[in-house]
């Protein structure tokens, strides 16, 4: 991916994740010729898919379901379908068994799920029900609140025109609750109680925070609107189809050409320099699909920033590392209790009270031995990804960013002894659930966090969401207070990544923003 370039053209876009594919994507839209810089071999970021733990078999190396990009308007309004993206569904979004057996389980129809809840809990099925109609009120309005810029003032209106109906203040403070509080306020049974807790654990909130209420509730009423899809054939299919529409568009895509500086004259992004010393220069802008603490002081110079931001900086918090297992399996996962209907996703835990010692765990700098997993049944969800009658499965957790102490003959150094070990404790919980796993297993590949960096620089020691998610480093204070939006301290350069607002999940929010604020300041004198 490597054509002849325009001489300085409109945009210079670092980094092609999926952020840094939207902006370009919506510049190029507007008209603007655009160049995208990508340091690594293949576009893609945290979306990409290969055949490197099997040949027969296609794992996605980091992502994999994508609920906000389905209800993402920035991602459908781009047509992908045109290029290519094809959606598939695992017959149930996702799951958590039960150790004893049976299962807890959201479907696609929310009568199902609600009869499924009743039938385990007299009073839940009524009680889902409530909730599913108040999120059809607010719903809508909330998820376009959370992809637009800071402040969202249409869709803020709009959803405080829906409140009254939907149970106004007393709603809002659910959302805003720890997702423990929204569990005890009329949901009694187990089966709940897993599935909003294990959604909400995707983002790295305490079950006892403000703000782990809404992520647990978004991604739980998002399965049954528009399902946990993934592209067919893996992740990747996303992402080129995001690059064969800005190619043709006239954009420029080059891989291998990493950007170790953006230069600044008077204040303002000029262009960048590659490693090697190759100087493109930029007619309009440069927006950065990069972390935050990557552009503050590294790419941008620290004597052309101010001293409040760099300050800021040193206190950027990010959030907990990663470890990720990609199994190929000859047969399906042989759970001890079959599912009434099959999850893609699959959320390992057996308790509210599991998910607390866990999070305990890693907030003391501990690699837990009963780790808390969210799974992935691939060939579940698109068949293309294995083999007939094969699955392509995958598990991660959070570990510590920095571990200090873990399971007897853990070090901490995550070479191969401390991943063997970790992975050996993936699958002795799957094992609980479904014994004779690891008879199955024709290939293993095992990621640590300096493995997931290493494949996209963005993934700062393992970390998935470009920065913490809690609340102190959200909205306004995204990434730095002050710095709440796309615009950055030096004039014509765009903050385009998830440490920018609204922070991680593939739905194109930051890279949208970031395109939105370079146009604008395009149009304005000086």
Same mark, same amino acid.
């Given at each position: 991916?490597?054509?002849?370039?325009?001489?300085?053209?409109d945009?210079?876009?670092?980094?092609?994740?999926?952020?840094? *594919?939207?902006a370009?994507?919506?510049?190029?839209d507007?008209?603007?010729s655009?160049?995208?810089?990508?340091?690594?071999?293949?576009i893609?970021?945290?979306?990409? /898919?290969?055949?490197?733990?099997?040949?027969?078999?296609?794992?996605?190396?980091?992502?994999?379901?994508?609920?906000?990009?389905?209800a /993402?308007?920035i991602?459908r309004?781009?047509?992908?379908?045109?290029?290519?993206?094809?959606?598939?569904?695992?017959?149930?979004?996702?799951?958590?068994?039960?150790?004893?057996?049976?299962w807890?389980?959201?479907?696609?129809?929310?009568?199902?799920?609600?009869?499924a *809840?009743?039938?385990?809990?007299?009073?839940?099925?009524?009680?889902?029900? $409530?909730?599913?109609?108040?999120?059809?009120?607010?719903?809508?309005?909330?998820?376009g609140?959370?992809?637009?810029?800071?402040? +969202?003032?249409?869709?803020?209106?709009?959803?405080?025109?829906?409140?009254?109906?939907?149970?106004?203040?007393?709603?809002?403070?659910?959302?805003?609750?720890?997702?423990?509080?929204?569990?005890?306020?009329?949901?009694?049974?187990? &089966? +709940?109680?897993l599935?909003?807790?294990?959604?909400?654990?995707?983002?790295?909130?305490?079950?006892? /925070?403000?703000g782990?209420?809404?992520?647990?509730?978004?991604?739980?009423?998002?399965?049954?609107?528009?399902?946990?899809?993934?592209?067919?054939?893996?992740?990747?299919?996303?992402?080129?189809?995001?690059?064969?529409?800005?190619?043709?568009?006239?954009?420029?895509?080059?891989t291998?050409?990493?950007?170790? #500086?953006?230069?600044?004259?008077?204040?303002?992004?000029?262009?960048? $320099?590659?490693?090697? !010393?190759?100087?493109v220069?930029? !007619?309009?802008?440069?927006?950065a699909?990069?972390?935050?603490?990557?552009?503050?002081? @590294?790419?941008?110079?620290?004597?052309?920033?101010?001293?409040?931001?760099?300050?800021?900086?040193?206190?950027?918090?990010? @959030?907990?590392?990663?470890? =990720?297992?990609?199994?190929?399996?000859?047969?399906?996962i042989?759970?001890?209790s079959?599912?009434?209907?099959?999850?893609?996703?699959?959320?390992? *835990?057996?308790?509210?009270?599991?998910?607390?010692?866990?999070?305990?765990?890693?907030?003391?700098?501990?690699?837990s031995?009963?780790?808390?997993?969210?799974?992935?049944?691939?060939?579940?969800?698109?068949?293309?990804?294995?083999?007939?009658?094969?699955?392509?499965?995958?598990?991660?957790?959070?570990?510590?960013?920095?571990a200090? /102490?873990?399971?007897?003959?853990?070090?901490?150094?995550?070479?191969?002894?401390? =991943? @063997?070990?970790?992975?050996?404790?993936?699958?002795?919980r799957?094992?609980?659930?479904?014994?004779?796993?690891?008879?199955?297993?024709?290939?293993?590949?095992?990621?640590?966090?300096?493995?997931? #960096?290493?494949?996209? &620089?963005?993934?700062?020691?393992?970390?998935?969401?470009?920065?913490?998610?809690?609340?102190?480093?959200?909205?306004?204070?995204?990434?730095?207070?002050?710095?709440?939006?796309?615009?950055?301290p030096?004039?014509?350069?765009?903050?385009?990544?998830?440490?920018?607002?609204?922070?991680?999940?593939?739905?194109?929010?930051?890279?949208?923003?970031?395109?939105?604020?370079?146009?604008?300041?395009?149009?304005?004198? !000086?």
């Amino acid at each position: 991916m490597e054509p002849s370039a325009p001489s300085t053209p409109d945009a210079v876009v670092i980094g092609a994740g999926p952020n840094g *594919l939207v902006a370009a994507n919506l510049l190029a839209d507007a008209g603007w010729s655009v160049l995208l810089l990508e340091a690594q071999p293949d576009i893609g970021g945290a979306v990409r /898919s290969t055949r490197e733990v099997h040949p027969a078999y296609v794992h996605d190396t980091f992502s994999s379901f994508y609920p906000l990009g389905a209800a /993402s308007p920035i991602i459908r309004g781009l047509g992908l379908e045109d290029h290519g993206l094809v959606w598939e569904q695992a017959p149930a979004p996702f799951g958590t068994p039960y150790v004893g057996g049976g299962w807890a389980l959201v479907h696609r129809d929310r009568e199902a799920t609600a009869e499924a *809840l009743e039938r385990q809990h007299p009073g839940d099925g009524r009680a889902w029900l $409530r909730l599913c109609r108040q999120w059809d009120r607010v719903g809508p309005s909330l998820v376009g609140a959370l992809l637009s810029p800071f402040p +969202p003032v249409r869709h803020g209106i709009g959803m405080l025109a829906r409140l009254p109906g939907a149970g106004g203040l007393g709603l809002v403070r659910e959302l805003l609750s720890p997702v423990r509080t929204v569990l005890d306020s009329e949901l009694r049974g187990t &089966a +709940p109680r897993l599935l909003l807790a294990g959604n909400a654990l995707h983002a790295d909130i305490p079950l006892d /925070s403000p703000g782990s209420g809404l992520m647990g509730l978004l991604l739980t009423m998002l399965a049954q609107d528009v399902g946990f899809p993934v592209p067919r054939g893996g992740a990747g299919q996303l992402t080129g189809a995001m690059g064969r529409r800005l190619e043709q568009r006239g954009g420029q895509l080059r891989t291998d050409a990493r950007v170790e #500086q953006v230069l600044v004259e008077r204040g303002r992004a000029v262009g960048v $320099r590659l490693a090697g !010393g190759e100087v493109v220069r930029a !007619g309009r802008a440069v927006l950065a699909d990069v972390s935050a603490p990557a552009l503050y002081g @590294d790419l941008v110079a620290p004597d052309q920033l101010p001293d409040r931001v760099l300050r800021a900086m040193r206190r950027f918090e990010w @959030d907990p590392a990663t470890v =990720k297992v990609d199994w190929a399996l000859d047969g399906p996962i042989p759970w001890a209790s079959a599912p009434e209907a099959a999850p893609g996703t699959v959320h390992v *835990l057996d308790s509210i009270d599991d998910l607390h010692r866990f999070e305990t765990e890693l907030r003391a700098g501990h690699v837990s031995d009963r780790p808390y997993l969210v799974m992935g049944q691939m060939a579940t969800a698109d068949p293309t990804r294995a083999p007939a009658g094969g699955e392509s499965v995958w598990a991660y957790t959070h570990v510590p960013q920095d571990a200090r /102490s873990g399971p007897p003959g853990f070090t901490g150094r995550w070479d191969e002894a401390d =991943k @063997d070990l970790v992975a050996g404790l993936f699958e002795r919980r799957i094992a609980e659930l479904a014994p004779g796993f690891a008879d199955r297993v024709v290939a293993r590949r095992v990621l640590g966090p300096p493995d997931l #960096q290493a494949r996209d &620089a963005n993934l700062v020691g393992g970390a998935l969401g470009g920065g913490t998610a809690a609340l102190q480093q959200q909205l306004i204070f995204r990434p730095v207070p002050g710095w709440g939006r796309a615009e950055t301290p030096v004039g014509r350069l765009f903050l385009a990544s998830a440490s920018a607002h609204p922070g991680g999940g593939v739905h194109g929010a930051p890279g949208a923003n970031a395109a939105r604020a370079a146009l604008l300041h395009a149009r304005l004198p !000086g």
